[in-house]
């Protein structure tokens, strides 16, 4: 029997449900939320139900009403596939609310769906199960993420860092059977993904009229991961519209393949960034898009790099730190920083180096913000290194093994 890797997103959900009658889980296919749903422990009193299962969503759509209707706290897997069942629920939850009678899940955002007119607004919480971070894969989920402790102390623990990340966690990216190493070949598995979601998940998401068309553009933004959003430009290369770029798009973030991190604006500057950026949700998705095989030498070696770190973060702050929103922040041609995490009145600035070893002109965007942000409590230089060293006030060089665990 396959062994069962615990999720980050557990603590968060089994709370939740003790607070609100339904829970929805959504993400990218694949990411593991229907073995989370079978196999964590919380979860196991739960009736379980998958709308992949034709008798279970045919029922459901023949009588919704009696679907529903139980005393046991119900679980449904791909809930998306029958539009109706949400209204009923809204029902089910304004006769009688229940903390966690019902747990949803999904393999695209409700909010945009076409038939889903049901948000279930103040009845629901939701949530966003990631690809894997290296915090799930090596089993390190008992404590709190060291940058929510770090934040609120300023005190780097006694941690032995753990190993550099390599080419092949960047590769193999977070997607289960991939960095689990239960597929011997990537590539094919990849292949297989991308083939069923251009077949099926999307077909079933909307019309499209041009299928290699938007396949093109899947390929194009693979390869701007970790860049400033230009929806112009990239349907100028796909040769698709505006109109229909600007869809395409909407379908790609519906889906969970893309995200946008949104620029940091707390601080006065004219000549601030203000498009978002947009990263591949998994770097291993996004290496094979891109068509790559090895980073030695390679021209996207960084921007794999950054999208890697980058699905760690948001793994860590959507599953364990909801109260808490990543940016990034950049001054138009001077000045800039990968990331800043922002919880309360406070705020953390981490720039990405993939390197074991720094300049001094990698920290010039982290003095910088940290010179005009007062709230910002602390600014890292997250290295591929192994020692932590503190350079100066409110400022230090701490390994990525650290800054992700």
Wanted: hydrophobic content about 40%; some cysteine; overall charge positive.
């Amino acid at each position: 029997m396959t062994r069962y890797f615990q999720r980050d997103i557990a603590h968060t959900v089994v709370e939740a449900l003790d607070e609100m009658p339904v829970v929805v889980i959504t993400g990218m296919r694949q990411t593991g939320k229907s073995t989370f749903l079978h196999m964590q422990p919380q979860l196991k009193n739960r009736q379980y139900y998958t709308f992949d299962d034709f008798a279970h969503l045919e029922a459901a759509k023949e009588n919704p009403e009696v679907f529903v209707d139980t005393d046991i706290p119900l679980t449904i897997d791909e809930a998306q596939k029958c539009p109706e069942i949400l209204t009923v629920i809204k029902k089910s939850v304004d006769r009688k609310r229940r903390p966690g009678q019902f747990l949803l899940s999904g393999s695209a955002n409700f909010s945009i769906l076409k038939g889903i007119s049901e948000s279930l607004a103040g009845r629901a919480v939701y949530f966003t199960m990631h690809p894997f971070t290296r915090r799930e894969i090596t089993g390190r989920i008992a404590e709190r993420p060291f940058l929510q402790k770090f934040l609120e102390s300023l005190k780097i623990p006694k941690i032995k860092a753990i190993s550099p990340i390599k080419e092949i966690d960047i590769l193999q990216g977070g997607m289960p059977s991939v960095c689990l190493e239960e597929v011997k070949n990537r590539f094919f598995w990849f292949k297989g993904y991308e083939q069923t979601y251009l077949e099926r998940d999307v077909r079933e998401l909307s019309q499209i009229g041009n299928i290699i068309s938007f396949r093109q553009l899947l390929h194009l933004v693979a390869l701007r991961t970790g860049q400033l959003l230009s929806p112009s430009q990239l349907g100028r290369d796909a040769k698709l519209n505006a109109a229909t770029t600007s869809r395409y798009l909407s379908l790609l973030e519906a889906s969970f393949i893309i995200y946008r991190v949104s620029p940091y604006l707390g601080n006065r500057s004219s000549r601030l960034i203000k498009s978002p950026k947009v990263y591949s949700s998994d770097s291993g998705l996004a290496s094979y898009l891109a068509g790559i095989e090895s980073l030695e030498s390679e021209m996207l070696k960084g921007a794999m790099f950054e999208t890697y770190v980058a699905q760690n973060l948001s793994g860590i702050v959507d599953s364990r730190w909801p109260e808490a929103n990543l940016y990034f922040w950049n001054i138009q041609g001077r000045y800039e920083v990968d990331f800043i995490i922002e919880a309360g009145k406070r705020c953390l600035a981490i720039e990405i180096k993939a390197a074991s070893r720094w300049e001094e002109r990698d920290l010039a965007g982290l003095r910088v913000f940290l010179s005009i942000t007062p709230h910002c409590v602390a600014a890292i230089l997250a290295y591929n290194g192994t020692e932590t060293v503190r350079l100066g006030e409110r400022i230090w060089a701490i390994p990525l093994s650290i800054v992700l665990s």
